[in-house]
T-cell receptor
Framework: EDKVVQSPLSLVVHEGDTVTLNCSYE??????LLWYKQEKKAPTFLFML????IEKKSGRLSSILDKKELFSILNITATQTGDSAIYLC????????????FGTGTRLTVIP | NAGVTQTPKFRVLKTGQSMTLLCAQD?????MYWYRQDPGMGLRLIHY???????AKGEVPDGYNVSRLKKQNFLLGLESAAPSQTSVYFC?????????????FGQGTRLTVV
């Protein structure tokens, strides 16, 4: 059975801290791994990873994929209160009815 | 640039009532999806469409029907609502199912069935 597991489920940090969010997966016909940020409403796209070992970076956020060990991490440095959100990991597959498998998300709370 | 628009944003239904959720996208995307999001369950795919006039079942299709009469619109119908269908529903669209492109999401519809 295809599955995507995120950890931790929730995290509370102080502004300025660095956090690492984890996503492990077991799927057939892996195509890509995506990270989304969900604040109050729609998930918004952060990164798409398809190759192992190549870091994607956007400002204070970065992510990397390990296709051998089947996991990805999302790092956020110098956290700000605006980073408070649910971070969703999704794995795209090439075949089957469900082409994006989502994890349950990590709820990050950044306190001043 | 509106992106993906869902209507309505909120709705309360009585058990047994029917309703239709509308999703519209203006990005000329071929693929459209309906997800539901429940606490502790993540986003789960209900139905999807790979093009105008086509639909297919996702992970949790029971109790829902869909139609894609126009490329830009994807409708989700509940014929006889049940309390188990209380959820937040998200529509999404993407350019291609097989290419490495991300899905764009609407703002969500919060549905409560009492």
């Amino acid at each position: 059975e295809d599955k995507v597991v995120q950890s931790p489920l929730s995290l509370v940090v102080h502004e300025g801290d660095t956090v690492t969010l984890n996503c492990s997966y077991e799927v057939t016909n892996f195509r890509s791994l995506l990270w989304y940020k969900q604040e109050k409403k729609a998930p918004t796209f952060l990164f798409m990873l398809t190759s192992s070992g190549i870091e994607k970076k956007s400002g204070r956020l970065s992510s990397i994929l390990d296709k051998k060990e089947l996991f990805s991490i999302l790092n956020i440095t110098a956290t700000q209160t605006g980073d408070s959100a649910i971070y969703l990991c999704a794995v795209g597959v090439l075949t089957g009815a469900n082409n994006l498998f989502f994890g349950t998300g990590t709820r990050l709370t950044v306190i001043p | 640039n509106a992106g993906v628009t869902q209507t309505p944003k909120f709705r309360v239904l009585k058990t047994g009532q029917s309703m239709t959720l509308l999703c519209a996208q203006d990005m000329n995307h071929e693929y459209m999806y309906w997800y539901r999001q429940d606490p502790g369950m993540g986003l789960r795919l209900i139905h999807y469409s790979v093009g105008e006039g086509t639909t297919a079942k996702g992970e949790v299709p029971d109790g829902y029907n869909v139609s894609r009469l126009k490329k830009q619109n994807f409708l989700l119908g509940l014929e006889s609502a049940a309390p188990s269908q209380t959820s937040v529903y998200f529509c999404a669209s993407s350019y291609s199912r097989t290419l490495n492109t991300e899905a764009f999401f609407g703002q969500g519809t919060r549905l409560t069935v009492v």
